[in-house]
């Protein structure tokens, strides 16, 4: 299983969930993006790095299902890896559109970063240095102003050219999970985002629902998620796993090993 992360979040972030599904029998790589302070974009991280990644996964165990992880950017880049057709099954974690009307969490911050740090910063120093801002994290100047234009855009990153068609080629299933509290990437942009993938499981969770005060766009990922959160996630992934046939009148049916 390949893990990709959010924008500027390291793999070690991902560290808990990680050891939870190799215990459990899935084999799990992560890795991070190259920041360096050039002109690379998030496309090139999509079609050069990620590509790459899952080529790896493959190398590593052949013989395996391939499933995916993509937490927010990383489910919004699935759709356009190349490779991405040998993927058995893609779990997404606030993974969602990141065109900034859609966040009514947050609107002043929100309109801060596109339109006064992003523009003022990034000449400023080369890159985004988002981790002296207290904003997101450094970011290649390249991939903060094709993010920028994507976040103005309502169709967030869709109007790259060829990529509405290429989402609507990935049908790996995928189970989407996102957060009541998530102030980052709320549902109506999640459910935007999924709607142009064409097999998808929704999930929307209110904590307290099970039995969390905070969960928001990063705390899926904490120990206390464990129970029930990472369970039922990992028994979608088992499932999803196991090998499929094709019955006589063209359908697919899960065969059980």
Not at 21 to 41: K, R, W
Not at 46 to 57: G, N, Q, V
Not at 75 to 104: C, E, M
Request: glycine share 8%; hydrophobic share 40%.
């Amino acid at each position: 299983m390949l893990f990709a992360g959010a924008m500027a979040v390291r793999q070690e972030y991902y560290a808990a969930f990680a050891r939870y599904l190799a215990s459990n029998g899935i084999h799990v790589l992560t890795f991070d993006y190259p920041v360096p302070n050039t002109e690379v974009t998030v496309t090139d991280w999509a079609e050069r790095d990620l590509a790459a990644m899952l080529t790896e996964a493959r190398s590593i165990a052949p013989d395996l299902p391939l499933l995916y992880m993509g937490h927010s950017l990383g489910g919004q880049l699935i759709g356009v890896v190349p490779g991405n057709d040998k993927v058995r099954a893609s779990l997404h974690i606030t993974a969602g559109s990141g065109y900034y009307k859609f966040n009514d969490r947050m609107p002043v911050l929100v309109r801060a970063l596109w339109f006064v740090y992003m523009p003022l910063f990034t000449p400023l120093f080369g890159y985004f240095p988002g981790k002296m801002l207290r904003a997101v994290g450094d970011l290649p100047r390249g991939v903060a102003w094709q993010w920028r234009r994507w976040c103005l855009d309502p169709d967030y990153h869709l109007n790259e050219p060829g990529w509405r068609g290429r989402y609507a080629r990935f049908t790996a299933p995928i189970l989407s999970i996102s957060f009541e509290d998530d102030d980052i990437n709320t549902k109506n942009g999640i459910d935007h985002l999924h709607s142009s993938y064409p097999n998808v499981i929704r999930r929307h969770v209110h904590p307290r629902d099970v039995e969390q005060t905070r969960i928001g766009h990063f705390g899926f990922f904490n120990e206390r998620c464990r129970n029930p959160l990472w369970g039922q996630a990992l028994e979608w992934l088992r499932r999803e796993a196991q090998p499929k046939r094709e019955t006589a009148n063209g359908g697919r049916i899960q065969t059980l090993v």
